[in-house]
């Protein structure tokens, strides 16, 4: 009926990278880590904005096109083990970064 273990072979290397390979480390540099991490995302929710609100009202393209920019640094991030961490934390600054370039770009209907 169903390979159970075409499954678990296909899986395991995914369980393995996520949950074994923490890049945070232990300890005392674990909170300070995490504060880190959470002061990175607080800024690239927060500050951006007052970036792009003038670019993408003056060059929608721009501001599209600066979407490539962000998500080929993230890629480089991602795949280098030590950044992997930063690199997801700035793919998803990308994605919504594209996600306000098309909007207020294009699809607004007030400035």
Same mark, same amino acid.
């Not at 920019?69 to 700035?90: E, M, N, P, V």
């Given at each position: 009926? #169903?390979?159970?273990?075409?499954?678990?072979?296909?899986? @395991? $290397?995914?369980?393995? &990278?996520?949950?074994?390979?923490?890049? %945070? !480390?232990?300890?005392?540099?674990?909170?300070?880590?995490?504060?880190?991490?959470?002061?990175?995302?607080? #800024?690239?929710?927060?500050?951006?904005?007052?970036?792009? @609100? $003038?670019?993408?009202? &003056?060059?929608?393209?721009?501001?599209? %096109? !600066?979407?490539?920019?962000?998500?080929?640094?993230?890629?480089?991030?991602?795949?280098?083990?030590?950044?992997?961490?930063?690199?997801?934390?700035?793919?998803?600054? @990308?994605?919504?970064?594209?996600?306000?370039?098309?909007?207020?770009?294009?699809?607004?209907?007030?400035?």
């Amino acid at each position: 009926m #169903f390979n159970f273990n075409l499954l678990s072979s296909a899986i @395991a $290397p995914i369980i393995t &990278l996520t949950s074994l390979e923490n890049p %945070l !480390s232990s300890g005392r540099n674990n909170s300070i880590q995490q504060w880190l991490i959470f002061g990175a995302s607080a #800024f690239l929710v927060s500050i951006p904005v007052f970036v792009q @609100a $003038p670019l993408v009202r &003056l060059y929608p393209a721009i501001s599209l %096109l !600066s979407t490539i920019a962000w998500i080929a640094l993230s890629l480089i991030l991602i795949f280098r083990q030590k950044t992997q961490l930063w690199g997801d934390l700035l793919l998803g600054f @990308a994605g919504c970064w594209l996600a306000g370039s098309i909007y207020w770009g294009w699809f607004r209907w007030e400035p």
